[in-house]
């Protein structure tokens, strides 16, 4: 779910595109609004350390806020450790992400 503004910019820019190519540009927006991002090549990276603009809108208060705009309760998640433990579970590379298992020791 994305923001209709969200989905009329990427209409626009994407107007000739397959249906489908857009649909997976809503999908992806969609992760990045909540800090879900596939990782930069690491030339690219290094090039743009301290400059990346996501990561400055993917602060774990960034995410909170997200979360409890988007939460139809208006709540988010209760706390600082529920949002790193979620952001732990959503991480792009299935290998960086925290096991069931260990979420719960």
Known sequence: QIESRTRAVIDQ????????????AYLLRAMMEYCISPPAPSETRKARRGTDLLSMRCSD?????????????????PGEWAVKLLRRLLRWNAEERITAQRALQ
């Open 13 to 24: 820019r994407m107007r000739t595109a397959d249906p489908a190519v857009r649909e997976q």
């Open 61 to 77: 208060a960034a995410l909170q806020e997200a979360l409890r705009r988007r939460d139809p309760l208006g709540l988010g998640m």
